[in-house]
């Protein structure tokens, strides 16, 4: 069996985080994804601790599985020719480069969908166009900052913080393969491609205001903006005799019985907790009972208790805990590799199933450059072109 995306080639032109995780999804669901990179190659290469070889982080390892590395610098002729004919043989292009440098390299969808009508473009920006930051280069940190991420810790804590993940690449990337499959699907009803946009700004900002628009969806407004509940210092994992533990309780049968779990009965009737919207209104006093019940008994007992009562509830798990989450390890989600290059590895499988099949074959994260000579061969290039191209660095093997 093979993946929902089988037969479809992918040339990927992105780096760091935000594209690679949009190509890696691509890419785990049977798509063929040819990496393209740089001379000195993806930065993503470097940005982490812990590698065993050079160029090959751990945290590059992980974002770039089930995909083919080719070098090319495509600012020499050959090189951008190269790209261009890789091109018009694929499906899906998918790029992080800023417009700007898109359109002066000739790889806008205009100029691509002239040679290939049933290309998909994907351009992953930070910026949508029409406004004034369009073209501005810009990473997560700067998204979180701008979108609001930061502002709701500030709201919570009195302090701006951002999420200690590229939460808004991992969105983003994970958006622009939803909106690939999305015109994919319409390619297969019209025959003809098209040119996507995701801006990174954009789309967090709606993430954040889904959450947080509030009582400002209304104009005018019925009151401030921000989810109370949310927006509660108390918002975390709440301490217990021996740790800390999440439970939460929403509607009015979990909420019921969490009083009587936490020998509270008569809250039941407290006109602040009678219903969802009381408990609300109420929040901070809500995770009050909450956070004076939990430090009673230990996590394990209340575990048990909630278990019983129905209650919504789990630990707390450090990163750590996660490599030994019993839950995870039944699901097999993790797996244990050999890399041909980085010996013994851990990594994540995909989450999701799919009834028809899954992507059986999975390739290790490249090298750089390690399937340059493969890729040009199959584009039709002999070896003697091959080899002038690796002579003038126009193509490339490793760090270059």
């Known amino acids: 069996m093979s993946g929902p995306l089988a037969g479809v080639k992918v040339v990927d032109l992105t780096t760091v985080v935000v594209g690679p995780i949009c190509t890696r999804t691509l890419a785990d669901q049977g798509a063929e994804v040819i990496k393209v990179e740089a001379p000195g190659g993806d ?33 020499q002729p050959e090189g951008l020719a ?35 009508p049933r290309l998909i473009h994907c351009g992953i920006v930070a910026f949508g166009r029409g406004g004034p930051y369009y073209n501005r ?10 979108s609001g991420v930061a502002g709701t810790f500030e709201r919570a804590t009195g302090e701006p913080r951002f999420v200690p993940m590229v939460m808004t690449d991992h969105t983003t990337g994970l958006i622009a393969a939803q909106s690939v499959g999305f015109a ?30 509030g009582a400002s969806t209304f104009d005018p407004p019925e009151g401030p903006t921000g989810d109370a509940r949310l927006l509660s210092p108390d918002y975390r994992p709440l301490p217990t005799l021996d740790g800390h533990i999440t439970v939460r309780p929403n509607n009015n049968k979990q909420a019921f019985a969490f009083f009587d779990a936490v020998g509270r009965p008569e ?39 909630f278990a019983k009562a129905d209650v919504p509830a789990g630990p707390y798990n450090t990163i750590d805990d996660l490599l030994d989450d019993p839950h995870l390890s039944e699901v097999g989600f993790w797996h244990f590799d050999e890399h041909p290059t980085e010996g013994r590895i851990r990594r994540t499988r995909v989450a999701n ?48």
């Open 267 to 305: 809250l039941k009737e407290d006109p602040r907790f009678r219903t969802a919207l009381t408990r609300t209104e109420n929040a901070a006093d809500y995770f009050t009972v909450q956070v004076q019940a939990l430090v009673t008994k230990t996590t394990a007992d209340w575990l048990e208790i």
């Open 82 to 116: 190269a790209m261009k004919a890789l091109i018009a043989e694929a499906d899906v292009f998918v790029t992080n480069v800023r417009p700007q440098g898109l359109e002066r390299a000739g790889l806008d969808f205009p100029a691509l969908s002239k040679a290939n």
């Open 137 to 146: 280069p810009a990473y997560d940190p700067i998204i979180q900052s701008l």
């Open 184 to 213: 994919l699907y319409r390619r297969e009803k019209t025959g003809v491609g098209e040119s996507i946009e995701v801006p990174m700004f954009e789309n967090m900002a709606s993430f954040v205001m889904s959450e947080h628009l």
């Open 43 to 75: 930065i993503l290469r470097f940005l982490a601790a812990g590698s065993r070889t050079p160029a090959m982080s751990g945290k590059f390892i992980n974002f770039n599985r089930n995909k083919r590395s080719i070098g090319l610098d495509i600012k």
């Open 353 to 400: 199933t799919f009834s028809g099949g899954m992507r059986e074959e999975t390739l290790p994260a490249p090298q750089l450059g390690r399937n340059t000579r493969e890729v040009l061969a199959e584009m039709g290039y002999d070896e003697a072109r091959i080899t002038a191209m690796l002579g003038t660095g126009a193509a490339f093997e490793g760090v270059a």
